[in-house]
């Protein structure tokens, strides 16, 4: 099987743009979560989508949105961006509610607010 | 606030040596403990994981040892090779699946 992948891999925008990251979890998987990588905080959970509805949710402000569509696959959306948003952005993927919690990660996208 | 403590930050740690690292955690709700494995440049990648029921885990070099009483666990890494420099990363997440890191341990092994 393929894993889980994210597009785009490098992104450089400006303070008070919007991003939208996408993530393609791997077939089956029915839950897609998002996290957050800086050398400060280290990896940071956003939210959790299983079957379309967000179910878990980390303590990030209400700029940091996503949403998952039938196939699975997911994006989340960063609005007014802020420098310290630059960071790796994590998806992973897992057959939650199949019996393993194991969560399967993409690569990353590199975020660069300038 | 860090609810899975991770020690050391990072070591160094000679070829067919071993490599320990510690966590602890505090919310006895989690139930599952895994271990990820981070490059440069790379996504976390699912080393080994471990359940509370089971007090030790090995598969190849690399060994969990858990103690439920003292809600710890710990990563071994047997015979350490120079392709294990890398950063690991332990979490805990209870039954709903939300992973809680630990801040990362980096590890060097020197030839």
């Known amino acids: 099987k393929a894993g889980v992948t994210q597009t785009p891999r490098y992104l450089i925008k400006t303070r008070g743009q919007q991003v939208t990251l996408s993530c393609s979890p791997i077939?089956?998987?029915?839950?897609v979560s998002w996290y957050q990588q800086t050398p400060g905080q280290g990896l940071q959970f956003l939210f959790e989508?299983?079957?379309?509805?967000q179910r878990n949710k980390g303590n990030f402000p209400g700029r940091f949105s996503g949403r998952q569509f039938s196939n699975s696959r997911s994006e989340m959306n960063v609005s007014t961006l802020e420098l310290g948003d630059s960071a790796l952005y994590l998806c992973a993927s897992s057959a939650w509610g199949e019996g393993t919690d194991t969560q399967y990660f993409g690569p990353g996208t590199r975020l660069t607010v300038l | 606030q860090q609810q899975v403590k991770q020690s050391p930050q990072s070591l160094i740690v000679q070829k067919g040596g071993i490599s320990i690292i510690n966590c602890a955690y505090e919310?006895?709700?989690?139930?599952?403990f895994p271990w990820y494995q981070q490059f440069p440049g790379k996504g976390p990648a699912l080393l080994i994981a471990i359940r509370p029921d089971v007090s030790e885990k090995k598969e190849g070099r690399f060994t969990i040892s858990f103690n439920k009483s003292a809600k710890q666990f710990s990563l071994h890494i047997m015979d350490s090779q120079p392709g294990d420099s890398a950063t690991y990363f332990c979490a805990a997440s209870d039954s709903w699946g939300k992973l809680q890191f630990g801040a990362g341990t980096q590890v060097v092994v020197t030839p």
């Open positions: 989508y299983f079957s379309e509805t």
């Open positions: 077939s089956g998987h029915r839950s």
């Open positions: 919310n006895t709700a989690f139930d599952y």
